[in-house]
């Protein structure tokens, strides 16, 4: 039987006539370590692009073709999706990727295909389905933990507590797990139709969740891809990654 193949939703360099590479056009692009991590379980990866209005290809063709979605990370979700101003300028997020991932996402429901998102795309999902995030945490939220450090980055870590009967206690058999935290904003409130999977204990910031009644709509705040295998005291989450494409195998199957 062929790979599966996953789509992985793009990161925007969006139109600058004062970049000298490909001077005002729009780039789409993915940071290599999420594809390779995809591939140790021997799926294939593949960059999805946007949709011009008038193009004969549609997105449900795109989906249609695909066995599953990855949600990268990367820049802020625009408040304007949740109804928000933006607390500063630089906090503005990127309103047409947003956009661009929120019809994915439901596309995929639609379809019943399993979407996996990673950082921003535990955001992306939650703000698809009506919730909202911490535009900042260290502002927003009193005494909280630093989730995002520029100098250390993804060696920045700290512990998350698994809910009881969530997937990850019932994988991992335990309840705490350490990972590498990159992220300043949040989700703030629920999106609809979510469930809680992993919070940060010292200041409950929500780490992990779900998407009731679908067979595998899963996100956490974490990149799994950036953790050292050789790192024992790190969550492996390949275990995660291999009920995804289980999902996406069954999934194609019933095709």
């Not at 990367?74 to 607390?87: C, H, I, R």
Request: charged share 25%; net charge negative.
């Amino acid at each position: 039987m062929s790979l599966l193949r996953i789509g992985f939703s793009a990161c925007f360099f969006h139109a600058d006539p004062q970049r000298n590479l490909f001077k005002g056009k729009t780039l789409l692009y993915m940071e290599e370590s999420i594809a390779h991590w995809i591939f140790t379980e021997r799926a294939l990866g593949f960059l999805i692009p946007t949709v011009h209005p008038n193009s004969s290809v549609t997105l449900k063709d795109i989906v249609s073709d695909l066995d599953g979605l990855v949600l990268q990370g990367g820049s802020d979700v625009s408040p304007k999706n949740y109804g928000e101003t933006p607390l500063k300028p630089e906090w503005s997020g990127d309103y047409v990727r947003d956009q661009y991932e929120i019809a994915l996402v439901k596309e995929c429901v639609r379809q019943h295909k399993p979407v996996l998102g990673i950082c921003r795309g535990a955001q992306l999902l939650n703000v698809a389905f009506g919730g909202s995030l911490y535009q900042d945490i260290n502002t927003q939220v009193p005494q909280s933990k630093t989730h995002r450090h520029w100098e250390t980055y993804d060696q920045n870590f700290h512990e998350v507590e698994f809910q009881k009967g969530s997937l990850l206690e019932q994988t991992f058999k335990k309840t705490k797990a350490k990972v590498n935290s990159i992220h300043h904003q949040a989700i703030k409130t629920l999106g609809e139709g979510l469930l809680i999977e992993a919070i940060s204990k010292e200041d409950n910031i929500i780490e992990a969740i779900k998407l009731e009644g679908e067979p595998f709509v899963y996100a956490f705040q974490w990149h799994p891809e950036f953790h050292d295998p050789k790192d024992k005291t790190l969550l492996d989450c390949s275990p995660i990654l291999k009920q995804f494409l289980t999902t996406a195998q069954k999934r194609r199957e019933r095709d």
